[in-house]
Structure formats: C-alpha cells, structure tokens
C-alpha cells in the first residue's frame, strides 16, 4: 500500500499553542519521512525530516516524533505563530526497481490566530 | 538558495489543445519529478526522470503525457490533448542523489483546461 493517511484535514490553533498533525502508513519500503510545508501558490517546501531509525527530531519549534512499530509519526510546531499558517503534508520515499519517488499525504490546512 | 524555476505560471488552454509546461531544474541535481495537486487534494506523483529516461510513471501518466529533457537544463511535460480533468497544479521538482536528500520543488504552473 503506497499511502500516508494523514490527520486532520483541517486544524486551528491559537498562537503560542501546539500544533499537531498526523500521519500512518502501511508499507514497510518506505524509509524517509519528510514533512512539506505549502503557502497559497507555492510549491511544498521541506520543513523537517526524519528516517526511520530515529524517534525523534527537533529542530526549532519543529520536531518530527516516529514510532516504527505503530508505523506512525506526527509533527508538533511549538508556541505556533501566525506565520506558520499553511498546508502541511507528511510524505515518505519508497525506491523500487531502483527508482524513487515521493509519496504524500492528503495534508493539513494549519491556521494559526493571533 | 538554488531554485526550480517552472514557466509559466498560469496556463489556460481549450480541451483537445496540446499544453508544454517547462521547468528549469537546479543544475546539479540528477533526479526530476513530475507531481500535480488538483485543487484542495494531496499532491500526487506523475512521473520521474533519471539519466535521460523514465524511471518510473503513475497511472495517471498515460499516453497523451510525455516528458524530455531537451537540453541538459530544461524539463518539459507535454500533453497531447487536454482534458477538463486535466486542469491542476503541476509541480516540478529536482534532487541531487542519495537517500534523505530532500526535494526541491518549483512554484508550479496552474493549468486550466476550459
């Protein structure tokens, strides 16, 4: 199964609070996990990556937590600011016969009031 | 910072015309995507491009989609004869080589089959 489910669609959070967004799949090839972050009439721009023989990542208010097990992961903004309102997606890569690509997320529309 | 440069940016076209979407990827990089998002839904993978050849392709990439890479800088997607449902946000992106390099991916070009 090529998926990454991703929840929720949608999400409102005030600022200083925490954003949480979250992600599962089933494949057991994929092995790296990015999370895009998207502005209205851009492209997805990498925020924060993780492989999966880490549980965690942090880097700023950002940090990627996986559970290899559960075959999840989830990323947490901290003390989330206005700015920060945009589309998040989770993704994984998957190489097959040598080949690579990017899977998404249906992502989540983050909105952040002041 | 070095970027993926899409032209153009809007793009409207009859039904049954052939469209040309170009890009112009970062230089060093070895790898190229093709990705859509219809809008309000997930980005979705369409095609990659290795050494001058397809590497691999969706279902969503039939024959009326066509890619090349010209000249060395240039990366085109062509297709032959558009349909409504082809209306959509194409992406395209690059990458060096290796695992957990991210992506790159340019603003898009917004097409709109009327």
């Known amino acids: 199964q090529q998926q990454v489910k991703q929840s929720p669609q949608s999400l409102i959070v005030q600022k200083g609070g925490i954003s949480i967004i979250n992600c599962a799949y089933e494949?057991?090839?994929?092995?790296?996990f990015p999370w895009y972050q998207q502005f209205p009439g851009k492209g997805p721009a990498l925020l924060i990556a993780i492989r999966p023989d880490v549980s965690e990542k942090k880097e700023g208010r950002f940090t990627i937590s996986f559970n290899k097990s559960a075959k999840q992961f989830s990323l947490h903004i901290m003390d989330s600011q206005p700015g920060d309102s945009a589309t998040y997606f989770c993704a994984a890569t998957v190489t097959q016969g040598g080949s690579e690509k990017l899977v998404f997320g249906k992502g989540t529309k983050l909105t952040v009031n002041p | 910072e070095p970027e993926v440069t899409q032209t153009p940016s809007h793009q409207v076209t009859q039904m049954g015309q052939e469209v040309i979407l170009h890009c112009v990827p970062i230089s060093n990089h070895l790898y190229f995507y093709w990705y859509r998002q219809i809008l309000g839904q997930k980005v979705e993978f369409l095609v990659s491009?290795?050494?001058?050849?397809?590497?691999?392709k969706s279902e969503i990439f039939d024959d009326q989609f066509s890619v090349e890479r010209p000249d060395g800088s240039n990366f085109t997607l062509k297709i032959r004869s558009t349909k409504l449902e082809d209306s959509a946000m194409y992406f395209c992106a690059s990458r060096y080589r290796g695992l957990g390099v991210g992506y790159t991916f340019g603003s898009g070009t917004r097409l709109t089959v009327v």
């Open positions: 494949n057991t090839a994929f092995d790296y």
């Open positions: 491009f290795y050494n001058n050849e397809i590497s691999e």
